[in-house]
């Protein structure tokens, strides 16, 4: 089992840059594939990007391709998301995941452990 622990969120003007961070509890974080998703006040949770165990595979949602680099610290246990050039869109509640298996992933139910979320303003 593995806990989740999101932060880095906050309120940043359109154009800015917020990164958010995931610690993940336990020695075996290096067996999770991991994930970050998003939910929008009245909107379903959506996919943002996913890696693999090692790092070495990546996947990105079409609306933050270019903009939001995932990555991980095995040795610390940590997560990344880099937003850059955010917009207004992009306010949302983030949520990072952890499952697992081998891959990556992109839906909400490939996943098994959940964080509780840290909360992304964007004003324009």
């Known amino acids: 089992q593995v806990q989740l622990v999101e932060s880095g969120g906050g309120l940043v003007q359109a154009g800015g840059s917020l990164r958010l961070s995931c610690a993940a509890s336990?020695?075996?974080?290096?067996?999770?594939?991991m994930g970050w998703f998003r939910q929008a006040p009245g909107k379903e949770r959506e996919f943002v990007a996913a890696?693999?165990?090692?790092?070495?595979?990546?996947f990105y949602a079409d609306s933050v391709k270019g903009r939001f680099t995932i990555s991980r610290d095995n040795a610390k246990n940590t997560v990344y998301l880099q937003m850059n050039s955010l917009k207004p869109e992009d306010t949302a509640v983030y949520y990072c995941?952890?499952?697992?298996?081998?891959?990556?992933?992109?839906?909400?139910?490939?996943?098994?452990?959940w964080g509780q979320g840290t909360r992304v303003t964007v004003s324009s």
């Open positions: 890696i693999s165990r090692n790092g070495g595979g990546t």
């Open positions: 336990g020695r075996t974080f290096s067996s999770y594939a």
């Open positions: 995941a952890a499952d697992p298996s081998i891959g990556v992933l992109t839906t909400t139910f490939r996943y098994d452990y």
